[in-house]
T-cell receptor
Framework: AQTVTQSQPEMSVQEAETVTLSCTYD???????LFWYKQPPSRQMILVIR??????QNATENRFSVNFQKAAKSFSLKISDSQLGDTAMYFC???????????FGTGTRLQVTL | EPEVTQTPSHQVTQMGQEVILRCVPI?????FYWYRQILGQKVEFLVS????????KSEIFDDQFSVERPDGSNFTLKIRSTKLEDSAMYFC????????????????FGPGTRLTVL
C-alpha cells in the first residue's frame, strides 16, 4: 500500500517570499503520478501541480514548482512570490496506476502574512 | 468549463437515518470516485466506479455504504444508517479514461457535500 507523509503541519511565509512544503511517499510501483492540491477555507480541492514519475524534469506552473527526487521518494512544492491568496491547506497526493485512487497526505496549513 | 457538481452542499441528518449524496460528473468522464474528509483530517478514498460497477473500495466503505449510477448523469453515494462518525465532507470526483504513458487525465473534484450527523 502507498503512504504519503507531510511532516510540516503548519508553515508561515511573508508575502513575496518563497516557501517550500515537504512531502515523502512510499510505493513499490514504478509508474505513478504525484500531485499537490490546494484547499482554501471553502474546502474546494484545487489541483496546483502534477508530476509524472517517468519524467525527470520537474514540473512548473507559474509560481509553483516541484523538486521531485524519485530515488529518495521526495516531492516538495516550492511557492515563489507568495501571495495572500495562497493561504490554504496543501495536500500532497499519489496516484499509482490507470485511473486509480488518490492517496493523500495529512496536509500542511500555509499562512501567508503581510 | 465543465465541472463536477454535488448536491446538497450541506446535509444535516439524525443518527440512524439514510442519506443520499448526489453528484453529476463531467459528461464524457468514465471513472467516478467518492472521497471523504473528516474535519481537520486528510482526504480519504472511499470507492471508485467504472462501467457500472465498483472497481475498488476502501476499508471505510462497509455494508452501510453503496453507490449507484441510476441514469446517464447522476452518481450517488448512499449511507443506509448514519453514525456520528460519518460526519464529514464528501467529495465526488471524475476522470476520463487514463492511458498510462499517454496524456494524463486528472481527477476533477466537486465542491463537496458537508454531512452533519446529530
Amino acid at each position: 500500500a502507498q503512504t504519503v507523509t507531510q511532516s510540516q503541519p503548519e508553515m508561515s511565509v511573508q508575502e513575496a517570499e518563497t516557501v517550500t512544503l515537504s512531502c515523502t511517499y512510499d510505493t513499490s510501483e514504478n509508474n505513478y503520478y504525484l500531485f499537490w492540491y490546494k484547499q482554501p477555507p471553502s474546502r474546494q480541492m484545487i489541483l496546483v501541480i502534477r508530476q509524472e514519475a517517468y519524467k525527470q524534469q520537474n514540473a512548473t506552473e507559474n509560481r509553483f514548482s516541484v523538486n521531485f527526487q524519485k530515488a529518495a521518494k521526495s516531492f516538495s512544492l516550492k511557492i515563489s512570490d507568495s501571495q495572500l491568496g495562497d493561504t490554504a491547506m496543501y495536500f500532497c497526493a499519489f496516484e499509482g496506476g490507470t485511473a486509480s485512487k488518490l492517496t493523500f497526505g495529512t496536509g500542511t496549513r500555509l499562512q501567508v502574512t503581510l | 468549463e465543465p465541472e463536477v457538481t454535488q448536491t446538497p452542499s450541506h446535509q444535516v441528518t439524525q443518527m440512524g437515518q439514510e442519506v443520499i449524496l448526489r453528484c453529476v460528473p463531467i459528461s464524457n468522464h468514465l471513472y467516478f470516485y467518492w472521497y471523504r474528509q473528516i474535519l481537520g483530517q486528510k482526504v480519504e478514498f472511499l470507492v471508485s466506479f467504472y462501467n457500472n460497477e465498483i472497481s475498488e473500495k476502501s476499508e471505510i466503505f462497509d455494508d452501510q455504504f453503496s453507490v449507484e449510477r441510476p441514469d446517464g448523469s447522476n452518481f450517488t453515494l448512499k449511507i443506509r444508517s448514519t453514525k456520528l462518525e460519518d460526519s464529514a465532507m464528501y467529495f465526488c470526483a471524475s476522470t476520463q479514461r487514463v492511458v498510462m504513458g499517454g496524456s494524463y487525465n486528472e481527477q476533477f473534484f466537486g465542491p463537496g457535500t458537508r454531512l452533519t450527523v446529530l
